[in-house]
Each structure stands twice: as C-alpha cells, then as structure tokens.
C-alpha cells in the first residue's frame, strides 16, 4: 500500500499499480463474484473458456505482456494487433452495454477520445513507473494472495496481546452494558405506570434514511479514529465503509495490521470509497 500511494500520483493507490496488480483486483475470485460478475455476465462475449473470469484473466495477460512490448519499445506484429483487437472487443462489450443500461459509470468508448500528445504522455508516464518499479513481469494470479505471515510473537509480545485483548473485552462489555441500559430507558413511555399505552399519529411523515454517523450509533459504535482502525484491523468492512461515507479520515499506518494479516476484503473497501471522495 505504501508502495503504492508512492508512485501514485496525488497520493492515489491506483495509479501506482501495476497492470497485472489492477487486473487482479477484478478477476480475483471473491471479488468478482461479489461486484463483476453482473457486468461480465454477457452469453456472446469472454466464451474461450467455460468461466467467463478465467477468460478474461487470460485476455488480460495477454494484454499486460503486448504492453510490456509497447514500453519497451518493441514494435507488435500484425498477429498481436489482430489478436488484441478481437480481445479488446470482448472485453469492453459487456462493459460498455453495462453502461447503456446505467449499470456502470464506466464509459469505455470515452478513453478512445485521446490525441497524439495525450497518448504520448500516457506511454511516458507508463514508462517511468515501469521503471520504478521493475517491470510487470508476474503473470496476472487466481486470487490475492495474503502476504507472509510474521514471526512468532515472544512471550513479552504474547502477554501484551492478551492484556490488549482483555482490557479490549472489559471495554467492549462496558459499552454493553451502557447501550442496555440506555435502549431500557428510552423505551420506557411515560404512561407505563397507568397501563395506557401513548397514541400513535395516524399521518405520520416519513422519516428520512440515516446517515452513516447515525447508523454507527444505532448500531452503538463510537464516532472516533481508533474505532474505525479497528474495524480495518478485524476486516468489518461494512463498519470501515460508514466511517468513510461519514467523512471520517484514515491514516496508511491503519492498513498495515489488516495487510499483514491477510484480510483482502477490507482494503479495497478502504482504497475504492476513498477514490470515490477524491
């Protein structure tokens, strides 16, 4: 991730991918079967194969070793140019019906709208991030694979751990507790002594949806920093995701904990929604 928000530009994770890593995060098979699959669903395109993702990985490798070439100044053959003009046109029909059908913001026809210079600098950027990072040699992978684990911890570390823990449950009981206690209180109506229960208003306006610090508090979970790093940290990416719709601000340090412990599914959640509000 550091690596990243480094080669990226305005401290933007996504531009300082690789090709292959971009791929990736699309044709993994959790997260294609969970945001991809309704826009690839296409019956006339991706059929090379019997699973339409195992196809659109291959297509894409293809892509990423055409455009190692086009880097390294090597000219394509015209079987290449063929070859990527047929996958090109696999690829970005189910896209671009998904975009007709407003099931998409994503209009692939619009990044065809680029001059010479425009295109120039595209591949001169290209270029120095290649650099930079070594080339994109690695064929694109099934699914993301949870970095190594580390170390066994020492019995020092071991007994801080479980302090944590435990102090972490007396806090959490407490909440509890408080949330009970509250919830009994305001439930209790004040014409509960003399068993009449208040009348309730025939007409009464609809009341708007909450908004994402209101449902953090239904759910009895405290507007702060170390709250939401938390929930990184356990992989709770519905809680992580109403912490950043409600604006609250991260920090890198906060993934490096969910990073180390493989869990896969919070930090797209984390880099997506905060592409979104940039």
């Known amino acids: 991730m550091r690596q990243w928000l480094k080669q990226g530009e305005d401290q933007h994770a996504l531009e300082g991918m690789l090709f292959s890593e971009l791929a990736l995060m699309v044709v993994d098979k959790k997260l ?56 090109y046109q696999q690829i970005v ?36 991030k290649d650099r930079q990072a070594g080339g994109d040699k690695h064929e694109i992978s099934e699914s993301i694979e949870p970095p190594r684990k580390r170390p066994p911890r020492t019995p020092e570390e071991r007994e801080q751990l479980i302090s944590g823990a435990l102090w972490g449950a007396v806090g959490v009981m407490t909440l509890a507790i408080l949330a009970g206690a509250f919830w ?39 507007w702060d920093a170390f709250t939401m790093r938390a929930a990184i940290e356990r992989n709770d990416t519905r809680v992580t995701a109403l912490f950043l719709q409600g604006g609250m601000n991260w920090q890198l340090a906060w993934t490096e904990q969910a990073f180390a412990a493989g869990h896969t599914e919070v930090l797209p959640t984390v880099v997506a929604l905060s592409r979104a509000d940039g």
């Not at 998904?98 to 010479?116: C, G, W």
């Not at 209790?188 to 609809?206: F, I, L, R, W």
């Open 93 to 128: 029909r189910p896209i671009q019906r998904a975009y007709a059908e407003k099931r998409t913001r994503v209009n692939p026809a619009s990044f065809l709208l680029a001059d010479e210079r425009e295109l120039r600098q595209f591949w001169e950027t290209a270029r120095l």
């Open 184 to 222: 009994l209180f305001s439930s209790s109506s004040p014409g509960s002594d003399n068993g009449q229960a208040p009348a309730m208003a025939q007409d009464e306006p609809p009341r708007e949806a909450p908004s994402a610090r209101e449902t953090l508090n239904h759910m009895g979970i405290t």
């Open 32 to 87: 294609f079967a969970r945001h991809y699959v309704r826009i690839f669903n296409d019956a006339s395109a991706l059929t090379l194969f019997a699973e339409s993702r195992t196809t659109l990985r291959m297509f894409l490798d293809d892509c990423r070793l055409a455009r190692n070439e086009v880097i390294a100044r090597q000219p394509l053959t015209s079987a290449q140019l063929m070859l990527l003009n047929v996958q």
